[in-house]
């Protein structure tokens, strides 16, 4: 059975669209995802995507609420990935300090670069329920 990998993600979102990033290295390297990254052993999924955030990107996020579970099958690991949708702080702006790329992407933007494997259904889930998930009920 293949080790799984437990990881969160944040779908941060300022002025309708999103944060996407282009990993730099490792063997996933020049796919898009989301930023975020492992949880450490006694971290809640919360407080990982903050501490990942402060460390990819350098900045702090502000609301935060869960979205999904993605589960995938990569060829050597199994992926568990909680993702949240996010805000950030005030007067925050990510910086690119892990990344290749990162842009603000807009729903019609999303399909134009290539998504992670993991990342796919989550991208598509997206498009289809823009309106509910970035709602200001839930921002």
């Known amino acids: 059975m293949a080790e799984t990998i437990h990881v969160v993600a ?5 002025n309708g669209r ?12 020049g796919g898009w995802e989301f930023p975020g990254g492992k ?6 999924a919360e407080s990982a995507l903050r501490r990942e955030v402060r ?26 990935m909680d993702c949240y949708v996010a805000t950030l702080a005030e007067g925050e702006e990510p910086q690119s300090l892990e990344h290749r790329d990162t842009r603000w992407m807009g729903r019609d933007d999303l399909m134009s670069v290539e998504w992670l ?17 970035f709602s200001v009920a839930h921002l």
């Open 55 to 80: 460390e990819e990107l350098g900045c702090k996020l502000s609301t935060m609420w869960y979205l999904d579970t993605v589960d995938y099958d990569y060829p050597d690991f199994h992926l568990h």
């Open 18 to 29: 999103v944060f996407c990033a282009q990993r730099g290295c490792g063997a996933l390297a």
């Open 117 to 133: 494997p993991a990342d796919r259904g989550l991208v598509m889930g997206l498009g289809v329920a823009w309106e509910e998930i």
């Open 10 to 14: 944040a779908i941060i979102e300022r």
């Open 39 to 44: 949880v450490e052993p006694g971290e809640t």
